[in-house]
């Protein structure tokens, strides 16, 4: 496991060495062999560590690694753009299993985020929660809907259908299908945060149904 997560460290962390590498590797092949179809592999191998190194990085350092915390001990701007945004430089300690800390480094555009989302967000947390394979920390995946950031953009999000259907229901409160949006908004909310107001919320939007059919 640790040499794995090494090798996904390298390639998703230097990506112009890995296509050198993926060059001398099947390049070597294809003289060895006189066969050139060795080189075939290279430019879509290439590609796909382009786009999805990191994605398969953070995939499996979330199935087989530990969790732990991590601190980042450093946040510089480049000059460098992704998507208009300018891509941050990262430098962090990771708390290994003795207690220890160790170093490590990531930028924007190799971090390694679980969930797997198109977006990149790093939470400014004090403790990030993370996890690695124990004797390589440096390489670690960020848990994202784990950390303080995380479950707080987790909670708005869960909140926007219930703020939505309120405005369609303080529009119009004799219509059902307003009503019936507002309860199901409110009823998939709670399911994850338990909130004794809108409990009682459902009740009463409830009763008026009932005095409405």
Same mark, same amino acid.
């Given at each position: ?13 230097? %990506? ?9 590797f ?6 060895l ?10 430019? $879509?191998?290439?590609?796909?560590? *382009?786009? %999805? *190194? ?10 087989? *690694?530990? &969790?732990?915390?991590?601190?980042? #001990?450093?946040?510089? &701007? #480049?000059?460098? #753009?992704?998507?208009? !945004?300018?891509?941050?430089? =990262? ?7 003795? %207690?220890?800390?160790?170093? #490590? ?9 679980? $969930?797997?989302r ?10 990030? $929660?993370?996890?690695?394979? $124990? *004797?390589?920390?440096k ?19 869960? !909140? ?8 369609? =229901? ?10 019936? &949006?507002?309860?199901?908004?409110? &009823? ?26």
């Amino acid at each position: 496991m640790v040499l794995i997560s090494k090798i996904l460290f390298f390639t998703s962390h230097h %990506g112009f060495y890995t296509v050198v590498l993926l060059f001398a590797f099947f390049g070597l092949l294809s003289y060895l062999t006189k066969k050139a179809w060795f080189l075939i592999p290279i430019i $879509p191998l290439a590609i796909l560590n *382009g786009f %999805g *190194g990191q994605f398969l990085n953070a995939w499996f350092l979330n199935k087989y *690694g530990v &969790e732990s915390t991590a601190i980042i #001990t450093s946040d510089v &701007e #480049t000059n460098s #753009t992704l998507n208009d !945004m300018y891509i941050h430089d =990262y430098e962090a300690i990771v708390k290994k299993q003795d %207690g220890k800390y160790t170093t #490590t480094f990531f930028s924007t555009t190799t971090a390694a985020i679980y $969930p797997i989302r198109n977006s990149i967000r790093i939470p400014v947390d004090k403790d990030i $929660p993370v996890k690695y394979i $124990p *004797g390589y920390e440096k390489n670690m995946v960020i848990l994202y809907d784990q950390s303080r950031e995380g479950k707080i953009v987790l909670q708005n999000e869960k !909140m926007a259908p219930v703020n939505s259907a309120r405005i369609k =229901y303080e529009a119009d409160r004799t219509n059902k299908q307003f009503i019936e &949006e507002y309860i199901a908004a409110l &009823e998939d909310y709670v399911k994850d945060y338990d909130d004794e107001t809108y409990r009682e919320k459902i009740k009463v939007l409830k009763q008026e149904l009932r005095q409405l059919k």
